[in-house]
């Protein structure tokens, strides 16, 4: 009988070899692990870079609509919206617009943005359902008003409601005005409104401003126009023929100044405490001062450290006052013609000033 042949020397080393050894050695397996470690880093700056140069264009976008809502208001009614009353107040849906609204210029451009409902909730309500509504409106945020590389807008629990009797002298009724102080929550915005290249406004607008809705206030405003040089004030609009210096050379509205740790909490003495529906308050105005030594009022970063303006400034007021922004190359502002450009936080601060002036004649030789 014959015999099988023995087997091939290939063959029998291929049944002498382990299942395994056609997988990885542990030490290939960390070369493997460490070049995606290195691949992860190098791409995570780019994937980041992306996603903030998306939350920009997203925050210019915001800020190209909502300069569209002030110039609407200004094609329907013929002024630039005002700025409301001084104090605890916020928009009040049974009164207008102009001098006899308390409501400040984002309340004043709801209907503009197509925010209709919103702006007349509340109308024809008395007493406890009147204060439900509109506090219920007073924490509604809304995206287009926050810059996506910041915050949300919350709404953010209201940490300042054991002070509201202290306001309540400045709020009148108690209802109407001091629903932004009382209520359990509040909607932050991150943009603010131009009003010139002053100082201290705030302190003036406590002088001329109303305490009660009565007697009715009708015909108390406008201060003149020597008062303030930006696009709007409190309880005061003006008029397109009124810029002077050109609508392409003024500003308009720019995101405004807030450090991180007042992203998610309040600070009240950093101004950023209010519901962005509410008055004449610094969480919704900003100015270009300048005095010709001291650049205090150039856009800052949100993290920059501000505290020498403490010291340079009257009760804090300094700091609530700038203009700035979370972005790493500047602050996105809007001029009156529309147009949505980025000022660097290195820009000129006397061209600065001037673009915050309305009439002051000063038309800056180039773009910031």
């Not at 509340?122 to 926050?146: C, E, I, K, S, V």
């Not at 009003?195 to 009715?216: A, K, L, M, N």
């Not at 008062?227 to 509205?253: E, M």
Request: aromatic letters at 8%.
């Amino acid at each position: 009988m014959p015999h099988a042949p023995p087997p091939s020397s290939k063959n029998s080393t291929a049944a002498r070899q382990s299942p395994c050894g056609a997988g990885f050695t542990l030490v290939e397996l960390l070369v493997v692990i460490a070049i995606i470690g290195v691949l992860v880093a190098l791409l995570l700056p780019a994937i980041q870079a992306a996603r903030e140069a998306a939350r920009r264009v997203q925050c210019a976008n915001n800020l190209k609509n909502l300069t569209l809502g002030v110039l609407n208001h200004e094609t329907a009614s013929g002024r630039f919206p005002s700025s409301g009353w001084y104090g605890s107040w916020t928009g009040d849906p049974d009164r207008g617009a102009g001098a006899q609204q308390p409501g400040g210029w984002f309340y004043t451009i709801l209907p503009f943005i197509e925010q209709q409902t919103l702006r007349d909730l509340g109308t024809g309500a008395t007493g406890a359902d009147r204060f439900a509504l509109l506090a219920r409106r007073d924490a509604t945020p809304l995206p287009l008003m926050n810059c996506p590389s910041r915050r949300t807008g919350g709404p953010y629990v209201n940490q300042y409601t054991a002070e509201a009797a202290a306001f309540l002298p400045l709020s009148g009724d108690g209802l109407g005005g001091a629903a932004p102080y009382e209520a359990d929550s509040r909607a932050h915005g991150d943009y603010a409104i131009s009003v010139g290249d002053q100082t201290g406004f705030d302190q003036h607008c406590q002088q001329i401003c109303p305490r009660s809705y009565e007697p009715d206030p009708t015909g108390v405003f406008p201060p003149s126009s020597s008062d303030f040089n930006g696009i709007t004030y409190c309880g005061n609009a003006v008029k397109l023929q009124q810029v002077t210096d050109g609508l392409s050379n003024t500003l308009c509205l720019g995101e405004r100044w807030v450090p991180p740790a007042s992203y998610e909490a309040q600070q009240h003495w950093l101004a950023d405490d209010w519901a962005m529906y509410s008055s004449f308050q610094d969480d919704l105005v900003r100015a270009t001062y300048y005095d010709g030594v001291t650049p205090t009022h150039v856009p800052r970063r949100d993290a920059d450290d501000v505290s020498e303006l403490y010291e340079e400034s009257i009760n804090e007021i300094t700091p609530r006052e700038l203009f700035g922004s979370a972005h790493a190359a500047g602050c996105l502002m809007s001029r009156c013609d529309g147009s949505v450009e980025m000022v660097g936080f290195d820009i000129d601060p006397e061209t600065f000033r001037q673009l915050g002036n309305r009439e002051d004649g000063g038309v800056p030789a180039s773009a910031p």
